[in-house]
């Protein structure tokens, strides 16, 4: 008995330093929404990649006019040519493949692109968190706009003005769109 009481002393104080730990939560889609430098920066990349799909699509219309062709010459052809052209097909197949995996693959252009026109935003935003959370004396910062479920958050805790306002954005009037 005097063991486990002398233990629920002890998980109590343990635990008093939790409360007094202070937390807030940014959702990091709505700063970086509200950041001029990261909307110019999707654009470009939807461009880019809306340039390179289309390149792409214009390569596998090409493959499928080859390949129509060779279907309506397919009796007449020797068969030496048969093979040749089928080379040629399954040849500008995967070369048509190759370029997509080169653009739009894991470590493809567009990742590099995002990389090179994103990541350099990002990095300010999560800095300005930073920063923020150490003035603020806050022990944990969660982002409500990742794969994170939060249920429920008092919005006093909502430092995302605060943020912006650290990286010198302010918020778009999103009212302008309805009309």
């Known amino acids: 008995m005097k063991k486990s009481i002398i233990t629920a002393i002890l998980v109590a104080f343990l635990a008093?330093?939790?409360f007094g730990q202070k937390y807030?939560?940014?959702d990091s889609e709505y700063i970086l929404s509200n950041m001029p430098d990261y909307v110019e920066a999707q654009a470009e990349l939807d461009r880019v990649a809306l340039e390179w799909q289309q390149e792409i699509e214009k390569e596998f219309a090409k493959i499928d006019s080859m390949y129509k062709?060779?279907?309506?010459?397919?009796?007449?052809?020797?068969?030496?040519?048969?093979?040749?052209?089928e080379e040629a097909i399954i040849n500008a197949e995967k070369a048509a493949k190759d370029l997509q995996k080169k653009r739009f693959g894991k470590d493809g252009?567009?990742?590099?692109?995002?990389?090179?026109?994103?990541t350099p935003i990002q990095d300010r935003v999560f800095t300005a968190i930073d920063e923020y959370a150490k003035e603020k004396g806050y022990a944990f910062v969660f982002d409500v706009a990742g794969s994170m479920t939060i249920i429920y958050a008092d919005p006093k805790w909502d430092i995302n003005d605060q943020i912006m306002q650290k990286l010198g954005v302010t918020a778009r009037d999103d009212s302008d769109d309805d009309e």
Request: aromatic share 6%; no cysteine.
């Open 16 to 18: 008093l330093p939790m």
């Open 24 to 26: 807030a939560y940014i």
């Open 69 to 85: 062709k060779y279907q309506t010459e397919v009796i007449t052809l020797p068969e030496n040519m048969k093979q040749k052209r």
């Open 109 to 118: 252009d567009l990742t590099k692109k995002r990389e090179e026109l994103v």
